[in-house]
Each structure stands twice: as C-alpha cells, then as structure tokens.
C-alpha cells in the first residue's frame, strides 16, 4: 500500500476512494478499523471513519488508530479526507484530527485543501465557495449538525486548534513559487497551510508539490495528483470487475441538504415514499417495524424512506426534542431498517446523507467495500462481497443530479441489468 486515507465520514470515503480508483490506485474501502492485517495487493485503502460529527477526543483517538493501522500496513503517505464544504464546529474535528496526525505521523506541515472544483467548490484568497456564493450563503450554513457560518477556512480552522494557520495563496501556485513558500511557511511554524485552489490542474499541482509529505489533507479533490506520485498511472483495467446486487433496492434518506431535496421532490413524484417525521422518530423500534411494512410491501417499486425536511422544520423539531437525541434516533431508524431490509431479501441499497450512510454501512460490521463505478461525481457504486452480496450507493448530501435515486437504483443492478 502506497496511500492511506482516513475519511471523516462514509460519503466522503466513497468519494475519495473513487477519486483514488480513477487515478489508476488499486483501492479498498473499510469500513472501520480492520481487526486484522492487510493480506492483498493493493495501492490505496480508505478507511472510513464516522467522526465528523462524534466527541473531539473520540475523533482524534480513532484518527489516531486508522493512522497507526494505515502506517503498520505499508502506507507511505496518509490523507485525512474530509467535506468539500468543511463540515465542521468551532470546537473540531478537522483542526484537532490534523494536530493529532501531524504529531503521530512526526511532520512538519501539511497542506488543507477542501477545494472540489469538479462539484463546484473552490478556494480562493482562503475563502471556500460553492458555485458562486460563499460557503456561509449556500445552504452549508443551515446544516443541522455542522451549520458552516464562516467562508473562511482560516479563520474557522484557527478557532478549532492552537496550532499556526498558514495560507498558500493561488498566485504562488501557479507562479511556480509554491515550494519556497511552503519552507518559508515551515520556517514560521506554520503548521496547517490552507491551499487555494480552483481547478483540477491547481489540485494535480497541488498533489505534486505534496510529494513528500508524510500527511495530506483535504476534500477527495486532493487526491488526484497522488497517485502519480507514486509512478500509478490511469488504468481502466485497474477497475474491478462489476456484478451488481441480485435483488430489489430501496432507498433512505436522512440528508437535509438542498441537492437532496431536490432529489426526493423529483423521485417521490413518481415512485413510492414515505416520510418519517421528528415525533415518529422518537420511538425507534415502532418507526422501524412501521417502515420496513412500507418496504416490504413495495419491495419491486424502488421504495424510498425519508426523514428529509426543510431547514425551519429540522430548525423546530431540534428546538423541540434536542439535536444530538433526533440525529441518534433517525441513524437507529435508518441503520436497523436496512439491516431488516436486507434480512427481508433487499441487496440494493441507495442511502443519502454522510452521518446516515454512517450508521446504516455500520450495521453489516466491519466489512471491504469494492469500489465500482461512478454514479454521479464523487459518488461510485460500492459492493460488499460478502453473504448476501450488496451494492451500496452512499450519496453525499449536496452531490447528484436531481434523478440520482432512480439512475442509482438501476446502476446498483450491475452490468447484467
Ligand atoms: N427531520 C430531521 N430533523 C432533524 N435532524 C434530522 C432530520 N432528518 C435527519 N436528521 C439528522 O441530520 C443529520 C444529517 O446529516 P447527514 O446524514 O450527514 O446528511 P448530509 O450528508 O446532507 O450532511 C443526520 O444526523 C440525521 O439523522
Ligand atoms: O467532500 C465532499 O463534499 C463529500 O465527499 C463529503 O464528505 C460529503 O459529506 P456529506 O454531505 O455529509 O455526505
């Protein structure tokens, strides 16, 4: 193993081990930690991690052990991945995970780059965009775990760690100066460098200069140019061969983010949904034997359960019942019903929502997960090649074209479809 990522949550390992898997890299998702050594050939692993939203310490004890895991089984260069859009409170996680893994890993700097220009997010003078609003004007700021009120990356990081922020601003980049910069930045003992960049070629830029950093950091654009770091060149036939999941899907949703809900508003349209409401959700057993009815009994029709609402209702039900207690009951919900689901003879599962995606891959253990194809950017088909065998579609909240669930739905079947 060359590369080494811990991702922050499961939408966004998927995005980066498929990052990684186009780029040529030989790559493996787990879920977890794995228990035991790494017993194949591989280029990359990814090993996915939900901590973007847990306790500090939680986070950095985690993040410290997938590092010393990645690191025991070969990794040369580790990656902490985390959201294009910086998902992330005043208290943590991402500055203290980096501090952690700057200091596990003995480096001196490492370089903080959320830019994914391919999904319209870019970093310019240390600000994050999203298409053309600022991080805190895109909806970002209405998250309800991570409500990202601030666009610039330096300043929020700066509340999160005592370590020195630096900045690597575009016009370095691109003029070539980026390096001296970097050991003038060193030299400071600046140790967190926020990296502007907004295009592919400044993250392939961006990926080189990194070449001998033991730690990266950053959205799955960062990875791009790493693996040619490494002499792993783009290889189609470096892709896993595709058998899908032999059986009926569903699809649950507990992301509030826009793009989501534009896609429930199109898929509910045509195709069997129900929601499932703050107040249902306070009682989980009842909800899950309630949904998995509403399963079952449209098992052929690509059925979808959502607790997906608008930013005042989820703004009143937290008032109402607390944060922390519904975000815990809706991933219950949703991580026994799939596990009931699948029991029940489902084997296509499409899941939006990072923390949701979380909660419901945990409930079939630690497990590899294969990285297939690409459904929309950032988001491949994953398989879990075990008994039974699944395909999985873990959708970042803000990725995806309005019709993602049916097209998923459908590439989840794999190439005999
Ligand atoms: N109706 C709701 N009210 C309050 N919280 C909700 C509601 N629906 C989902 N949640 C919680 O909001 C969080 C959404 O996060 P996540 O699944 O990561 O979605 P995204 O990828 O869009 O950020 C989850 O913890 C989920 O349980
Ligand atoms: O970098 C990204 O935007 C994604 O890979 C990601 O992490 C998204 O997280 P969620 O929106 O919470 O699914």
């Known amino acids: 193993m060359k590369i080494g990522v811990i991702g922050d949550d499961f939408t966004g390992s998927g995005d980066i081990a498929n990052t990684l898997a186009k780029a040529g890299a030989r ?13 194949r050939a591989i280029d990359a692993a990814v090993i996915a991690l939900k901590t ?12 410290r052990q997938a590092c010393r895991w990645l690191v025991a089984n070969g990794a040369e260069q580790i990656v902490f991945k985390y959201c294009s859009t910086f998902d992330s409170t005043p208290q943590g996680n991402i500055g203290p995970v980096a501090q952690a893994l700057l200091e596990e890993l003995d480096a001196p700097l490492t370089l903080v780059c959320p830019a994914f220009p391919a999904n319209r997010r870019t970093l310019y003078n240390g600000h994050l965009f999203v298409g053309d609003r600022l991080l805190s004007e895109s909806g970002m700021e209405n998250h309800p775990l991570t409500p990202m009120t601030d666009p610039d990356i330096r300043r929020w990081l700066s509340r999160q760690t005592q370590l020195k922020v630096g900045h690597l601003a575009l016009e370095s980049l691109r003029s070539g100066a980026a390096e001296a910069d970097l050991s003038l930045a060193r030299r400071n003992d600046e140790k967190l460098i926020v990296a502007d960049a907004i295009s592919n070629d ?4 961006l990926g080189k200069i990194a070449r001998s950093h033991r ?3 950053g959205g799955s654009g960062i ?5 040619g770091n490494f002499g792993i060149v783009p290889a189609p036939e470096n892709r896993p061969q595709f058998t899908g999941g032999n059986g009926p899907g ?21 195709h069997r949904s129900m929601r499932l409401d703050a107040a249902e959700a306070l009682d989980p057993a009842a909800a899950v034997a309630h949904c998995l009815d509403f399963l079952v009994s449209h098992q052929d029709e690509g059925p979808l359960v959502y607790s997906t609402a608008e930013p005042s209702e989820v703004a009143s039900a937290q008032e109402r019942y607390g944060r922390d207690r519904l975000a815990t009951s809706f991933e219950t919900i949703f991580a ?6 699948v029991a029940a003879g489902f084997r296509r599962l499409v899941v939006a929502g990072g923390e949701t995606s979380g909660a419901v891959a945990s409930a079939f253990g630690v497990a590899a997960l294969e990285v297939g194809p690409e459904i929309d950017t950032g988001v491949p088909v994953l398989i879990l090649d075990g008994e039974p065998r699944l395909a999985f579609a873990l959708k970042s909240g803000n990725f995806g074209a309005d019709d993602f669930f049916e097209r998923a739905l459908d590439m989840l079947k794999g190439d005999a479809r």
């Not at 500090?56 to 985690?62: G, P, T, Y």
């Not at 026994?336 to 689901?341: D, G, I, P, V």
């Open 202 to 205: 400044d993250l392939i830029e």
């Open 215 to 217: 730690l990266v950091t």
């Open 52 to 63: 973007r939203s847990s306790d500090v310490r939680d986070a950095v004890a985690q993040s």
């Open 223 to 227: 990875a791009m140019g790493l693996p």
């Open 336 to 341: 026994e019903l799939a596990a009931k689901a």
């Open 250 to 270: 569903f699809i649950l949703s507990g992301s509030c983010s826009s793009a989501t809900r534009r896609q429930i508003a199109f898929y509910g349209s045509s």
């Open 27 to 39: 790559t493996v998702q787990y879920v977890g930690i794995p228990s035991a050594d790494l017993t």
